[in-house]
């Protein structure tokens, strides 16, 4: 057998490699990523699993008489809130609120930021002045006021801090998006379907915005995080859920700072969620970064 013919088939046996089959090998070999995954997972476990494995009913009141005079024990590991509604209970459900809000507002500043961005990157020219120092202004202002700015005028309410939290993202995946399309927009196999004839439409959806995603992925994954801190200080400021029996993790820590001296539990273990889920989230988006971005990977 010819050296050809063996090289030829040592090629064959390879097995077929790219970015997202490279990336995926090297994230299962980061720890933080996985730990973060681990997180993350868990906390959408308890969010769909509420029902089963909440012990009370989050909006039953006086469960030992108010404020527990024991604090946590066996009934109640994490406590009695000040109106005797059981803790753990409440912790659960909150996944369900925080994960869900902090989902869609991404998913909202995600999605009119990829069309913001893919207009202003590919067409250029006038129309991408425009829409980049329109981001310019909102990235001008602290996302958090900006968010209390469209609560106040739309008023408060989980909607309204879905539409309020997503608003503040939109800048970000904009000039993102704009940037990576920008250095796509040049390359050769760019270049080759322009000159067959391919429409642009074609040559954004089709060439471009494939191999200039895997930033905004990542980006989206850190977002997540931002997200959730940004729901729980809207729900602390008191303009989340107006029901304020809604197991929300920020409603939560309302009014709790009148009880840290004697019932410290109320402020930490909602507290300690909102982290552990941030955490998940922040380890899953460093992962996938140096898993994506070359200058990143190290030896992987």
């Known amino acids: 057998m010819s050296v050809a013919e063996l090289e030829a088939r040592e090629i064959a046996l390879e097995r077929p490699s790219g970015l997202w089959h490279d990336a995926w090998h090297r994230l299962k070999r980061n720890p933080g990523a996985i730990v973060g995954f681990v997180l993350v997972l868990s906390f959408v476990l308890v969010a769909v699993f509420a029902p089963v494995l909440a012990p009370y009913d989050p909006r039953r009141q006086g469960l030992e008489g108010a404020l527990g005079s024991s604090g946590p024990s066996l009934d109640h590991p994490f406590g009695l809130d ?4 059981d803790q753990l209970s409440r912790i659960i459900f909150g996944a369900r609120f925080s994960l869900l809000i902090g989902i869609v507002s991404v998913a909202v500043g995600l999605s009119v930021g990829l069309v913001l961005g893919s207009i202003a990157g590919y067409i250029g020219g006038f129309v991408d002045t425009v829409i980049m120092r329109l981001m310019d202004v909102m990235l001008s202002i602290p996302g958090l006021l900006l968010a209390i700015g469209i609560v106040a005028m739309l008023g408060p309410g989980l909607t309204q801090i879905m539409v309020a939290v997503g608003a503040t993202q939109i800048p970000i995946f904009a000039r993102l998006l704009r940037g990576s399309i920008l250095a796509q ?3 050769d196999f760019v270049l080759a379907a322009r000159a067959v004839g391919v429409p642009r439409r074609t040559i954004l959806a089709s060439h471009i915005l494939p191999n200039a995603i895997s930033p905004v992925i990542v980006q989206g994954t850190l977002a997540l995080a931002t997200a959730i801190i940004d729901v729980a200080g809207l729900g602390f400021l008191g303009l989340g859920p107006q029901d304020p029996s809604t197991p929300e993790w920020g409603t939560m820590l309302t009014d709790t700072t009148r009880y840290l001296q004697t019932a410290p539990y109320l402020a930490l273990i909602p507290g300690a969620a909102i982290v552990m889920s941030v955490l998940g ?10 898993a994506l971005d070359p200058k990143l990977r190290g030896r992987g």
Do not use: V
Not at 82 to 85: F, Y
């Open 281 to 290: 989230f922040n380890l899953i988006g460093d992962g996938l970064r140096e």
């Open 185 to 187: 927009r040049e390359n």
């Open 82 to 85: 000040q109106l005797g509604r």
